[in-house]
């Protein structure tokens, strides 16, 4: 049992470290201190879903409908286009600094609605959760204990990832650091875009 859930855990964090749409708006919420329990927790618990969906043998979907790859691929790619312009427009406009009042400048509903369409509507999540978690828990004797493990990488990720960028809090009390961060959003955002229209 505790192999199967150290190999979960293990899998789980090695997959979620690379940045991401998902990862650069839980950094930026957590650098903005904006509804910092509730994106962690959304993070946390879309990926718990996917991966239970995955553990329990539902990976086979992308084959039983072999269109909803190619609608997953195109809708995640232009509504990556869509967000890196956002940002791209945002830092070369420039002129924000970290707002440590602790008034939210972003509802807490735009910023959910915002996380969910991150992280549901990117095929990679898809494969990284329901497929390749899924796929090798089947290798595990003990398939729950590994699915928990994955499961509690992502919400310890999640947390840290947010709770710890309050470390960068002094750096991005300069607006040129807000520009930067941006800016590498957007190129990250038209990256895994374009990687989503070139498979």
């Keep these: 049992m505790l192999t199967s859930f150290l190999s979960g855990f293990t899998l789980s964090l090695t997959l979620i470290l690379a940045i991401g749409a998902q990862n650069a708006f839980v950094l930026r919420q957590g650098l903005r201190r904006e509804h910092l329990f509730w994106v962690c927790l959304t993070c946390g618990t879309s990926d718990a879903i996917l991966i239970a969906a995955g553990v329990a043998g539902f990976g086979a979907l992308a084959q039983a409908l072999p269109w909803f790859?190619?609608?997953?691929?195109?809708?995640?790619?232009?509504?990556?286009?869509?967000?890196?312009?956002?940002?791209?427009?945002?830092?070369?406009?420039?002129?924000?600094?970290?707002?440590?009042?602790?008034?939210?400048?972003?509802?807490?509903?735009?910023?959910?609605?915002?996380?969910?369409?991150?992280?549901?509507?990117?095929?990679?999540?898809?494969?990284?959760?329901?497929?390749?978690?899924?796929?090798?828990?089947?290798?595990?004797?003990?398939?729950?204990?590994?699915?928990?493990?994955?499961?509690?990488?992502?919400?310890?990720f999640f947390f840290s990832l947010g709770y710890g960028a309050r470390v960068l809090s002094p750096l991005f009390a300069r607006p040129t650091s807000w520009q930067v961060l941006d800016a590498v959003i957007a190129l990250t955002m038209w990256g895994i875009a374009a990687k989503l229209l070139l498979m």
């Design 69 to 156: 790859e190619t609608a997953m691929r195109y809708g995640g790619a232009a509504f990556l286009i869509w967000y890196g312009w956002r940002n791209a427009l945002s830092a070369r406009q420039g002129g924000q600094v970290l707002d440590t009042s602790g008034t939210a400048t972003t509802s807490l509903r735009r910023a959910i609605l915002t996380l969910l369409a991150l992280t549901w509507l990117n095929p990679h999540v898809y494969l990284d959760t329901v497929v390749l978690i899924g796929s090798i828990s089947a290798q595990y004797p003990d398939r729950l204990a590994f699915g928990i493990g994955a499961t509690l990488a992502s919400f310890v």
